[in-house]
């Protein structure tokens, strides 16, 4: 097993005995790709969630957001392109009998060879040291050209091929790359084959009025859908957006990556529309607004880097992807996807709505652009908690497993000690906790060691631990505890809310962002 195999078999194991993340319905031997977020889980997906609409709809007074439903007329999908085209090409192995998306192989492929690439410019870097020329490397070194130049390629064509439906030429390609599958070991390949994505389900009780419905595999219909009713009744002003957060459902053919890929899962979307022939304007800004969310959190500039699209979806003039340094390497995070009119030209012609936009500033009538920026909660949550999970050596020696959570996500922000369980330390404590919780997350522990208690805490990622001792009924001090760097301090008890606040309030991290 790789460092990173098991790097990753932590987080799930973390996220389980921490109270964060099970599979679902695990008393059964749980339901593939499904997976239930616990008491700690739930709250650091709220966490996420509010900081993304508070930075996406408060922060933008030309955002607005809603709350669509699941289910939807069954033509939307139609208009949307999702039966004809919302597939995936699938491919399986006949010796490990495991099924693959082909062009997650074909992808996988290719960041190995970036890897290489990657490898022999730090090994040059090394060599040269300070006067070593990156970009100059790159671009004249004969087998960083030729590693690069192979995975153009290999992007390029399957993208072609794909394009034109041409999945013979997708399982040629395969081939020719030498691609084994990574069980068996073998090139024994299948047929390349289309697979919809999408559940279907039936509403209605009898079996004559009955209707076929498919659970929505997106959010950005249900705003699409409404992009009358809100710009008449918000009187909104083009450029505007809608935001919404929500449920989605795919029935992946892939999903063996815990909560990076799952049949049911959330996201965050905005549609942002636009005037003609201003897309790629926006598409930049929010290509720049997103990655500015996302640093704000402080995990690392290294662990993000955009990838263009090769391959544009049927809806799409230009398409990005926000990557992340996961467990298992750098994958998508989010997609910031510029629409063109497709999605609103295509629901006013099945519908017959006239919907369009009279802009007065020039005086005109016009069917509106979209950038959108759709990014995955859980995707985000196992962003966040995997880089956070950290095992680290002590001074004396001993390791620490800590889980430095940004504070504004973490669940719980406060934890409160009394040192032991008499001399009245248990009362003044829970009057603390008492005072705090209307503002906080708190909980009150009494059990085992404080040193104990401490470990407790860091593992479930708790960034502050309040300690009362018996020089509190002296003068009403506390230790305040900070989970980052152990560092302990004696505080009187009145100041403990202003210190924590201006740690975990979100205001002061949406600041980092917005002013
Ligand atoms: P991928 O290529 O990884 O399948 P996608 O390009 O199909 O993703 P989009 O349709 O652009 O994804 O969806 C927007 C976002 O929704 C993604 O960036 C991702 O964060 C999230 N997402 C998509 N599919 C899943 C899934 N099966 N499980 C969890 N999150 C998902």
């Known amino acids: 097993m790789t460092k990173q195999d098991n790097q990753f078999k932590n987080v799930i194991a973390h996220a389980k005995e921490y109270g964060y993340v099970a599979q679902s319905s695990e008393i059964y ?277 955009f990838h263009k699209h090769e391959k544009l979806a049927h809806y799409a003039d230009a398409a990005a992807d926000i990557e992340f340094n996961f467990p298992f390497g750098f994958k998508e995070l989010e997609g910031i996807h510029s629409r063109t009119d497709f999605d609103l030209s295509s629901h006013k012609k099945h519908s017959g709505k006239k919907i369009q936009y009279f802009d007065p500033e020039i005086n005109k009538s016009y069917i509106p652009y979209v950038v959108e920026t759709s990014i995955g909660l859980d995707r985000m949550f196992l962003a966040v908690f995997s880089k956070a999970l950290q095992e680290e050596t002590l001074e004396n020696g001993s390791t620490r497993t800590v889980l430095r959570l940004p504070e504004v996500l973490a669940p719980i922000k406060v934890a409160i000690l009394p040192l032991v369980k008499k001399d009245s330390l248990p009362e003044i404590a829970r009057k603390i906790q008492t005072d705090l919780k209307l503002d906080f997350t708190v909980v009150y522990d009494e059990k085992d060691a404080v040193g104990r208690r401490y470990r407790r805490q860091d593992a479930v990622g708790t960034p502050f631990c309040i300690t009362v001792d018996h020089q509190t009924i002296e003068d009403e001090t506390v230790t305040l505890r900070y989970r980052d760097s152990m560092e302990q301090k004696r505080l009187k008890i009145d100041q403990l809310k202003t210190i924590v606040s201006k740690e975990v309030k979100m205001s002061n991290w949406l600041k980092r962002i917005h002013l």
């Open 29 to 305: 031997d749980g339901l593939a790709a499904v997976y239930d977020y616990l008491q700690n889980g739930v709250a650091l997906k709220n966490n996420i969630r509010e900081y993304w609409w508070k930075s996406m709809v408060q922060m933008h007074d030309n955002i607005v957001g809603i709350d669509s439903a699941i289910f939807m007329h069954p033509t939307t999908w139609k208009a949307s392109g999702h039966i004809d085209a919302f597939n995936d090409p699938l491919i399986d192995n006949k010796d490990s009998k495991k099924r693959y998306r082909a062009d997650v192989l074909v992808e996988d492929y290719a960041e190995k060879l970036l890897k290489k690439a990657q490898k022999e410019i730090d090994k040059a870097k090394k060599r040269f040291g300070d006067s070593f020329d990156e970009e100059q490397y790159k671009t004249t070194n004969p087998r960083v050209l030729n590693y690069l130049s192979k995975r153009k390629d290999a992007l390029q064509r399957m993208g072609k091929y794909l394009d034109a439906n041409r999945l013979d030429a997708v399982k040629a390609l395969i081939e020719e790359l030498q691609i084994v599958c990574p069980v068996s070991g073998s090139k024994n390949w299948t047929e390349v084959k289309q697979f919809n994505l999408m559940f279907g389900t039936k509403i209605g009780a009898s079996a004559n009025n009955s209707m076929d419905l498919y659970l929505r595999p997106e959010t950005a219909q249900g705003i699409f859908v409404n992009f009358l009713n809100v710009q008449k009744s918000g009187r909104m002003k083009i450029p505007f957006g809608i935001a919404q957060t929500g449920k989605a459902f795919r029935n992946e053919i892939v999903a063996r990556q815990f909560i990076f890929r799952m049949r049911e899962f959330e996201q965050m979307e905005m549609q942002f529309f636009v005037r003609p022939g201003e897309q790629m304007k926006w598409y930049e800004t929010w290509k720049e607004r997103r990655l500015a969310w996302h640093l704000s959190l402080g995990l690392g500039k290294e662990n993000y880097r």
